[in-house]
T-cell receptor, first 109, second 114 residues
Framework: GQNIDQPTEMTATEGAIVQINCTYQ??????LFWYQQHAGEAPTFLSY??LDGLEEKGRFSSFLSRSKGYSYLLLKELQMKDSASYLC??????????WGAGTKLIIKP | IAGITQAPTSQILAAGRRMTLRCTQD?????MYWYRQDLGLGLRLIHY???????GKGEVPDGYSVSRANTDDFPLTLASAVPSQTSVYFC?????????????FGEGSRLTVL
């Protein structure tokens, strides 16, 4: 079966750095996506990786290793507004998105 | 403002009633999707449409139906609601069925079936 694993919850301190990991086992791979979802709101697209390596976008970076079925989202200089759930999703061989359950990130002052 | 509009935003429904959740987008995206999101579970795909006039079943299609008469509208119908369909429903779209990973979501419809 297809499976995406990410931690349920993480806590970090304002101003610090946090890494949210995601491992996947899917039938085929056409890209890995990270979304941010604030409580009570819709998910919004953050990043996309299809080749191995690091993609940087401001304070957020996303890394992919296809051979290991592994990705992480790195958030730097954490702000209180970064408190949200972070969803990892993989586009499989049928071009359907397979979603992880999400990681709830709690930022403490 | 361009985007996806869902209606209603919230609804309480008696079991056995019929309900249609509306979804309209003005971005001229080809592909549209309906997901449900339940606590502790990832987003689960109910139905999708790669282009107007076509629809397909997702991971959890039972008890739901959709239609795609035109590019902009993608309504989701619960023919006879059951309590297990209590959930938050998100409509989403993408600009190509082959680049289906970058989705734009509506604000969600919170449905409670009693």
């Amino acid at each position: 079966g297809q499976n995406i694993d990410q931690p349920t919850e993480m806590t970090a301190t304002e101003g610090a750095i946090v890494q949210i990991n995601c491992t996947y086992q899917t039938s085929g791979f056409n890209g890995l996506f990270w979304y941010q979802q604030h409580a009570g709101e819709a998910p919004t697209f953050l990043s996309y990786n299809v080749l191995d390596g690091l993609e940087e976008k401001g304070r957020f970076s996303s890394f992919l290793s296809r051979s290991k079925g592994y990705s992480y989202l790195l958030l730097k200089e954490l702000q209180m507004k970064d408190s949200a759930s972070y969803l990892c999703a993989v586009l499989d061989s049928n071009y359907q998105l397979i979603w992880g359950a999400g990681t709830k990130l709690i930022i403490k002052p | 403002i361009a985007g996806i509009t869902q209606a209603p935003t919230s609804q309480i429904l008696a079991a056995g009633r019929r309900m249609t959740l509306r979804c309209t987008q003005d971005m001229r995206h080809n592909a549209m999707y309906w997901y449900r999101q339940d606590l502790g579970l990832g987003l689960r795909l109910i139905h999708y449409s790669n282009t107007a006039g076509t629809t397909g079943k997702g991971e959890v299609p039972d008890g739901y139906s959709v239609s795609r008469a035109n590019t902009d509208d993608f309504p989701l119908t619960l023919a006879s609601a059951v309590p297990s369909q209590t959930s938050v429903y998100f409509c989403a779209s993408s600009d190509s069925s082959s680049s289906a990973g970058e989705l734009f979501f509506g604000e969600g419809s919170r449905l409670t079936v009693l």
